[in-house]
């Protein structure tokens, strides 16, 4: 890709623009030097008091959103693999231990950073409150008293820069997340992180408030007032009690045991999002928009990727509870191996959307796309019973896939890949790549060690899916790959023989309404996305413009009072407005093309495995099985009553230049491979866990 360092550090300048604006933005600098001038010259009938907001505060990130779009399709169009970063030492595990997890220098280093910008942002602001909280004092009211004011108000003002950076991960099609080189998975931790912070920080100004109106000003009633012409405390009340609630339910262990509970509570953000801009005003509402602008945006084109029927083209269940869905993919969309993809099943929970990773590879598999789902929740469990029964159909809807950035981890000269149970899943789609790869005269080829840790003989039929069921070249000969297997609860293989229909695969009835998945803006999404981000944007500032111009402006040049409540609800609508309108243009024009290609999209057969169980055990059928298949089983072995001694296998890949450790499953599997890997005895590796559930 030409140009990419002078379009990084362009982004780069703007984004650190954008990080010294917080910087100074408390100080007494900004309030009592730089405001005044930057109101002077940029206040205009137009925008009012939010136009310094806007063009500090909302501009940055909204640009750096569009021309991020721009760039991640330059660099996808350049179809060039990632190369190894000189900084890669800075992505090795520095904190392993709860309850952070496991936390690389540069999260580490960045998350200092961020807890230093909101103790200068508090000083700061407390230095200049406690200066200025002589004109506001109450007659009669101590100074200890109104210093006590100050401090909840300004523990408010802290936790609205939490605010402004909370929505960023959980944008999963944002372009912002590939930018700075995350995955939606491994950007969820960050959300949580904001999302506790912010949640004490609103904690201690509510009770603060509470406590100086209850036992200090005796003014309890002023909790329901709804001011007309400055902030609605009701509101900040309301938004509180949700806040609450969405925080409680979202601890680890109440998650983990009430999944759905925790999944509908924490929905309520919305109402939340609504009361909490009400209370905080249009001037701090500009400071927070971009996040809330491009998750608004992200959720609306779920929404309509949403209402799309995907065609199931069929199920295998596996003796251990596994299942593996099949599903129709549009030739032209391409993904890189370990994406995610959001799955809902009517028939088990209209609501419900959960995350699998993909087990297929877009380049082996041009025409499906699979995804592996253990059976754990009360959720899969009933897809599993529906899809034991007879059923010829199923209606299902799909979200994504959304990528990762990259995949550099192809780019080693050796992999090794650690897994538990389940957490083989992301692995597969990597090994189905690396078949393709070995296929190509121009691609690179790692060496892979598959180290898989089952509890018992019938999980091993997870290693049935790291072939898909067509598609597979003839000869794989370029693949080094390597598999130990340990089954760690049972001593001794088992006496019984197993059949080869423990495997049961279903196919499904194609359904005229039912297409195949494909990327929600076509082919050139990211350009779409940029088109949609700018667009949107622009006719927010327009819209807002007109409004305020003519709707807002005469009534306060008549020294009149516009409800300032009405102020939020504009801007909100306005919003929406926005996306709608633009975000709708785009994808009907979308739809439209997409309906045409699907013209072209013929019925694609699937056949029914030839792999089982047995194979893995005895290898009395092997000469019947195909030349794929025999490579794959031969290179297997199988450990029975023993677990892997990760630090060994590790240490014996000292030697080797660069050796990719990637590490899938319970959290004490990747906390322990982490450690090793943090410990310095082998500077090779390089680091990477793989878990949506953190």
Known sequence: MKYRGAWQIFLLVVFVGYIFMWIMLPTKTYITSWSPKLEHHLNSTYFREQSINLV???????????????????????????????YEWLKRPAVVNAP????????????????????????????????????????????????????????????????AFLFFPVTRGSSILPLVGLTLESSIKYHIWLGHVSTVLFVAHSLGYIIYWAAMSHEIYLMLEWSSTYVSNLAGVIAFVLLMGIWITSFERFRRKMFELFFYVHNLYII??????????????????????????????????????????????????????????????????????????????????????????????TDNLSVIIKTQ??????????????????????????????????????????????????????????????????????????????????????????????GIPTDISKLQLQIEAYVTQEHEKPHEEYSKNQIQTKLFKPNPSDSPISAVLGKNGWLWLGAIISSSFVMFLLLLGFVTRYQIYPVEQREE?????????????????????????????????????QKQIQNVDFHTPTMSPSSWLSPSDRELESLPHQSLVQS???????????????????????????????????????????????????????SFTW
């Open 377 to 470: 929740g009360n959720w899969t469990q009933k897809l599993y019973k529906q899809l034991s029964t007879s059923l010829d159909h199923l209606q299902v809807s799909t979200e994504g896939p959304y990528e990762p950035a990259s995949n550099h981890f192809l780019c080693r000269d050796s992999l090794v890949m650690i897994s538990g149970g389940s957490g083989i899943t992301p692995f597969i789609s990597i090994i189905r790549e690396i078949i393709f790869r070995s296929t190509q005269s121009n691609k690179k080829v790692p060496k892979v060690l598959l180290v898989a840790a089952f509890k018992n003989t019938t999980d091993l039929t997870m290693l049935d899916l790291l072939l898909p069921l067509s």
């Open 561 to 597: 009072n516009y409800h300032y409540s009405y102020k939020i609800l504009w801007d909100m609508f306005l919003v929406c407005v926005s996306i709608f309108m633009a975000t709708s243009a785009v994808f009907l024009w979308q739809k439209r093309k997409l309906s045409f290609d």
């Open 100 to 163: 952070l997890g496991i936390v690389s220098f540069v999260e580490l280093t960045f998350a200092a950073m961020f807890i230093a910008l909101l103790i200068w942002s508090l000083a700061n602001y407390l230095h200049v409150g406690f200066k200025t909280m002589l004109i506001y004092m109450n007659p009669g009211e101590k100074m200890w008293q109104a210093k006590f004011n100050t401090v909840a108000l300004m523990l408010g003002y802290v936790g609205n820069t939490c605010m």
């Open 272 to 365: 939340y999002i609504f009361f909490y801009m009400l209370h905080v005003g249009v001037a701090f509402l500009c400071l927070i928009l971009p996040g809330i602008f491009l998750f608004l945006i992200d959720r609306y084109l779920r929404f309509l990727q949403s209402k799309r029927r995907t065609r199931l083209v069929s199920s295998r269940l596996l003796p251990n509870g596994t299942i593996e869905l099949n599903f129709a993919k549009n030739p032209g969309l391409a993904y890189n191996p370990s994406s995610t993809l959001f799955v809902n099943v009517p028939s088990v929970c209209k609501l419900q959307w959960h995350p699998f990773t993909i087990s297929s590879s877009s380049n082996l598999e």
């Open 56 to 86: 500090l505060f909302s501009f940055p990130m909204m640009l750096i959103a569009a021309l991020g779009c721009v760039y991640l399709h330059l660099h996808k169009a350049s179809n060039s693999d990632s190369k190894r970063s000189y």
């Open 636 to 690: 297997t072995t199988v450990h029975y009553g023993a677990r892997p001694d990760l630090k060994s296998i590790l240490d014996d890949r000292s030697k080797e230049s660069e050796v990719g450790v990637l590490v899938s499953g319970p959290k004490s599997l990747r906390n322990g491979v982490a450690k090793i890997c943090a410990s310095g005895s082998a500077k090779n590796l390089s680091f990477e866990a793989m």
